[in-house]
């Protein structure tokens, strides 16, 4: 019930920009959902408009990589959710040919899409697993040559400022990685 | 270069192989000193740099091969390497690895034990290996690979006379205990006798020299190059690319990919093997200057006060280096003059105005501006500063279609230009090293910036003078990106290595600017010579004016500017800091504020910044690009300098300056 007034407050304050109480009951929100919402420390509000809380945005992300797996269970294979598009468009900045490519090639592969990260959005200093590597022959190949190979396990020592490129520890060397191919890279977070 | 075969009276050679920044060419340095040339691979923009040493009385050849990851295709540096190799053009080769990225490094080694290649391996920097927690066992890694190991240490020189000594026992031998080709995963190692039964089988021609499973596992990854030599029949074809897909659909990857890893493991477990790391230990200086130098905030703020600094240092010293070369020379000249006034002044004037006048033109701006340009640049180089640089630059560097390492040809451009086209050969496809030579070539060059302070500086102010840089700067940013747009092809990203922050050798970094110097000297030297030999010949014959008349209807037609500018023009096309002495001399005054208003001299540096590229640039554009496409980068920059310059007059004169 939570999850889904959530939603509703996420698609408001995108096209609204700022949300207050009045355009979530104008939004058909009940006063009983309203007053949940509040009561549950998932939002609160800031000179009259409403913020997520951390805990908000916790339950928001689980709630919808929930959503995003049962859409890549039960579907039939064929296409690719619609939702699930507009999670990783909106999340990590990845364009559709890109994503059409790693839902194919994961079907395959004994990982779930929501398990995973492009290796650009990895936080420095966590360690991560290489899964899938997409894109041209060339680039994937320079990477296999640097070292990235599929199950080498990379650690992100930085992140330039926006639209840079990522540092990666691989095989005792350190490699700098564009943001274009960086995207390109699915990994697993291990630690 | 020949593929000359060892036989009495060609030393042998040895080929020096191995990754970037392993170290290579200090070995180089080390065995055969200032003994060196550079020259190209026929046919390719790839220089090889070829040296000799006598060792136990023999003389033996060395060359250096550029730095590569792999062996594959799928650069010209990889392609030209695989070629001298499997050509039999070194006798021996050595593989020069970095005992901290061991693992990485026998990526290149196993590829070249595929070939089936003597080599020898060269384990470099096993201190710093040390000091980072590892320890080596030489003897496991040696019988794991089944070549000699060698631990060198290149900076110091140690361990130069046992590697050459197993060279030479490698060479006695004389092809001799050729090593094994590693073993690869069962699969690929299935795949790999089936397809060589293939072409056993069919009896396809197959090139000299190379091993049969070295073709099967290229044509399993489909190496265009080696697809291109060897011609399968369309049936065999086929099933070779069957057999692939099944081994590839078992995978789950391409052959490419299979094979990387297949290579990576087996590298894994023999550095695990004959790795013994104690506690991990940390090089805690050196993370903290790479952290430094890479920070979101401070890392630009160095950035700036390090190039900053280092242009005004350069400039500051050459400036003085420079006066005092351009004294001595013209004392020289005096002196001469009074020598041989026995001789018709035609010749006089030949001699001195053109040759000895020409020499010293090169040396004073060779020596001050160049060398020391260069001896940053080592600094640069071998503190691990520049990939550093590039990291950080790279958003903006996209902004123009190129990446982070498009970075150290421009920078090497505000040098000299020469350098920064070959310098384009860092970028990995043609048509980003197109790209960027256009715009190398724009960057204002030591000589220009010498023009800028000279005229712009000089008369007009220093703001007008960084004014004109920053109009410069914007064309190149502005050129690049319609350029990005313009050509077809997609932008390729960012793959770099970071090498670790180290401390630099004051020694190396003065022998690498020597040799550099004296490449330099010897490229732009000839053609300044010539060139002023030329214009000395036309002037005393008269037809300097005619010349100068000639170009009128665009100096003030188009421009603007006073008719003896033409001089400057036809200078500029050699030396564009000479253009201005000539100027000088043509006009009859080194005071510009008689022969030109304000506005006509900044339209005039203007120009003089943006149009032809000097000879010595030519040459090298033409050499790295062919002659067409020079002469399209040569054209878009007189039209660009005619568009800017009157464009600029027009407004100037709109604005009544």
């Known amino acids: 019930m939570v999850q889904e007034s959530l939603e509703v407050f996420c698609r408001l304050k995108k096209a609204l920009g700022k949300v207050t109480l009045r355009d979530l009951a104008a939004a058909g929100l009940d006063p009983q959902k309203r007053e949940l919402l509040l009561k549950g420390g998932l939002l609160r509000e800031i000179g009259g408009s409403l913020e997520l809380t951390e805990e908000g945005?916790?339950?928001l992300l689980t709630h919808r990589e929930d959503y995003l797996h049962d859409r890549i269970i039960h579907n039939d294979g064929s296409a690719l959710p619609e939702d699930v598009f507009r999670h990783w468009t909106s999340c990590h900045h990845i364009d559709r040919g890109t994503l059409k490519e790693f839902y194919e090639r994961l079907k395959s592969m004994p990982y779930r899409i929501e398990d995973l990260t492009p290796l650009i959005d990895v936080p420095a200093g966590k360690v991560a697993e290489v899964v899938l590597i997409v894109g041209g022959r060339n680039a994937v190949n320079r990477l296999c040559e640097m070292g990235l190979t599929p199950e080498t396990t990379v650690r992100v020592s930085k992140r330039a400022p926006v639209g840079g490129p990522v540092i990666v520890s691989v095989r005792s060397t350190e490699v700098a990685i564009g943001r274009g191919i960086a995207s390109k890279i699915l990994v697993k977070i291990i630690e | 270069m020949q593929n000359d075969y060892p036989c009495s009276g060609v030393p042998p050679r040895i080929a020096l192989?191995?990754?970037?920044?392993?170290?290579?060419?200090?070995?180089?340095?080390?065995?055969?000193?200032?003994?060196?040339?550079?020259?190209?691979w026929p046919g390719k923009t790839v220089e090889l740099a070829e040296g000799t040493l006598v060792f136990e009385g023999t003389t033996i050849r060395i060359v250096d091969m550029p730095g590569t990851y792999s062996l594959s295709s799928y650069s010209e540096e990889e392609l030209v390497t695989r070629d001298f190799l499997l050509s039999s053009a070194a006798d021996v080769i050595i593989n020069v690895v970095d005992a901290t990225a061991l693992e990485r490094n026998l990526y290149l080694t196993l590829q070249l034990l595929e070939m089936g290649l003597p080599i020898i391996l060269a384990v470099n920097f096993i201190d710093a290996a040390y000091h980072k927690g590892i320890s080596?066992?030489?003897?496991?890694?040696?019988?794991?690979?089944?070549?000699t190991v060698i631990p060198v240490d290149a900076s110091s020189g140690q361990g130069m006379t046992e590697l050459m000594g197993a060279a030479m026992r490698q060479l006695r031998s004389k092809g001799g205990g050729r090593p094994a080709r590693p073993k690869y995963g069962k699969e690929m190692e299935y795949l790999i006798a089936d397809v060589a039964k293939e072409l056993r089988a069919g009896n396809v021609p197959l090139p000299e020299g190379y091993p049969i499973e070295w073709i099967s596992l290229k044509l399993i990854e489909g190496d265009p190059e080696v697809m291109r030599r060897v011609k399968l029949p369309p049936d065999l074809l086929a099933r070779v690319s069957e057999k692939t897909s099944a081994v590839e659909s078992i995978h789950g990857e391409s052959a490419n990919v299979i094979t990387a890893s297949e290579r990576y493991s087996l590298s894994h477990r023999i550095a695990e093997r004959s790795l013994k790391p104690k506690v991990e230990a940390r090089n805690a200086v050196s993370e903290w200057a790479s952290d430094l130098l890479t920070h979101r905030v401070y890392g630009y703020l160095v950035l700036a006060a390090v190039l900053g600094g280092t242009f005004y240092l350069i400039f500051q010293a050459g400036g003085i280096i420079s006066g005092a070369i351009d004294s001595a020379f013209s004392s020289v000249i005096v002196y001469l003059a009074a020598a041989l006034s026995f001789l018709p002044p035609m010749a006089v004037n030949l001699l001195l105005n053109g040759v000895v006048f020409g020499i010293g033109a090169a040396t004073s701006i060779a020596?001050?501006?160049?060398?020391?340009?260069?001896?940053?640049?080592?600094?640069?180089?071998?503190t691990g500063y520049l990939p550093r640089a590039a990291f950080l630059l790279d958003s903006l560097m996209h902004k123009i279609g190129?990446?982070?390492?498009?970075?150290?040809?421009?920078?090497?451009?505000?040098?000299?230009?020469?350098?920064?086209?070959?310098?384009?050969?860092?970028?990995?496809?043609?048509?980003?090293?197109?790209l960027l030579g256009a715009l190398v070539v724009l960057i204002p060059c030591s000589a220009r910036t010498i023009v800028i302070l000279g005229v712009a500086g000089a008369y007009l102010g220093i703001g007008y003078a960084l004014l004109i840089y920053f109009i410069d700067i914007l064309l190149v940013l502005a050129i690049g990106r319609v350029l990005f747009k313009a050509l077809p092809g997609e932008s390729v990203g960012l793959i770099m290595e970071m090498p670790p922050v180290r401390?630099?050798?004051?020694?190396?970094?003065?022998k690498r600017t020597w040799l550099k110097t004296k490449d330099f000297v010897f490229t732009a030297l000839p053609l300044i010579v010539l060139g002023s030999l030329a214009v000395?010949?036309?002037?005393?014959?008269?037809a300097m004016d005619v010349i100068v008349n000639s170009f009128s209807p665009v100096t003030v037609g188009i421009l603007g500017l006073p008719v003896a500018t033409g001089v400057a023009l036809i200078f500029g096309m050699l030396r564009k800091e000479l253009a201005l002495i000539m100027l000088a001399a043509y006009a009859g005054t080194t005071d510009f504020a008689l022969i030109m208003s304000p506005a006509q001299m900044f339209v005039f540096t203007l120009v003089m910044v943006i149009y032809l590229p000097c000879v010595a640039t030519l040459a090298a554009l033409i050499k790295e690009y062919g002659a067409r496409r020079a002469a399209l980068i040569v054209t878009m920059d007189m039209l660009l300098a005619l568009a800017v310059g009157a464009v600029a007059s027009q407004m100037l004169s709109i604005i009544r300056f």
């Open chain 1, 57 to 59: 945005e916790r339950v």
């Open chain 2, 536 to 542: 000395e010949a036309a002037s005393s014959l008269g």
């Open chain 2, 503 to 510: 401390m630099f050798k004051p020694v190396a970094v003065l």
């Open chain 2, 367 to 382: 020596l001050p501006y160049i060398a020391t340009f260069y001896i940053a640049l080592s600094i640069f180089e071998d």
């Open chain 2, 136 to 147: 080596f066992d030489f003897k496991s890694l040696q019988e794991s690979l089944g070549v």
């Open chain 2, 402 to 434: 190129l990446h982070g390492k498009a970075f150290i040809p421009l920078l090497l451009g505000f040098g000299c230009s020469v350098p920064a086209c070959m310098g384009c050969r860092i970028m990995e496809t043609r048509r980003e090293r197109l």
């Open chain 2, 17 to 40: 192989v191995g990754n970037p920044n392993v170290g290579k060419s200090s070995i180089f340095n080390q065995l055969t000193g200032l003994n060196q040339t550079v020259g190209n």
